[in-house]
């Protein structure tokens, strides 16, 4: 298991402190900071050492969880952000994945899943819950508009390699391209599709007919 630093943003104030207590049962997480809200969150990046993960809510008090994903990327990009919620909504899933959100759980997921797909997310994997893998499916199904986003043919080829899930390493070996190459093809797709995570990058990509 990989290290996680993890901290919290939940305004239920008892699935906050459920949640809490079964995370800091692994023994490969350390969940050093629990909040009501992303205002209390934002205020302890300024003095606090970074986590790894920011584990959030969506409905969420003075600013929604979807601003608040967009802020982090903006403040603190070496944050990455995972969903938690009970939103499987079409609109509220694609407007976290498009927002930065590197994975977008349900809460009726259990505790060993939640520690799954954090774990995925620290890999560079999208973790979503079935529920929300359907509804991202169903919306990759629908007849696609026409832009490209003038993105090169090597990058779209690295868009379809994210989309099969692969990492950067993987993708470089796939390619047969050096593994900054890849980062810098990467950097580049997130740029002008004005995204912030794998996940992001390719809900963008398939919505667009890019791939």
Partial sequence: ???????????????????????????????????????????????????DLMLMDLGLPGMGGVDGIKKLAEAAPNVTAM??????????????????????????????????GLQQVMVGNAALSPGVAKVV????RKPAPSEKFNLSDREIEVLEQLAEGLSVKEIADVLNIGRRTAAFHLSNIYAKLEVQSQSGAVAKALRSGII
Avoid at 23 to 47: D, Q, W, Y
Avoid at 95 to 108: P, R, V
Wanted: charged content about 25%.
């Fill in 83 to 116: 969903v938690l919620t009970v939103f499987q909504d079409k609109e509220k899933v694609m407007e976290a994945l498009d927002a930065g959100a590197a994975g977008y759980l349900l809460k009726t997921a259990s505790v060993q899943e939640i520690v799954e």
């Fill in 1 to 51: 298991m990989i290290p996680i630093t993890l901290w919290i943003v939940e305004d239920d104030a008892g699935y906050r402190r459920t949640l809490h207590k079964a995370l800091s049962r692994e023994k490969h997480i350390t969940c050093n900071g629990v909040f009501p809200s992303c205002i209390e969150m934002f205020s302890a990046l300024e003095t606090e050492p970074h986590p």
């Fill in 137 to 140: 499916l169903e919306e990759l």
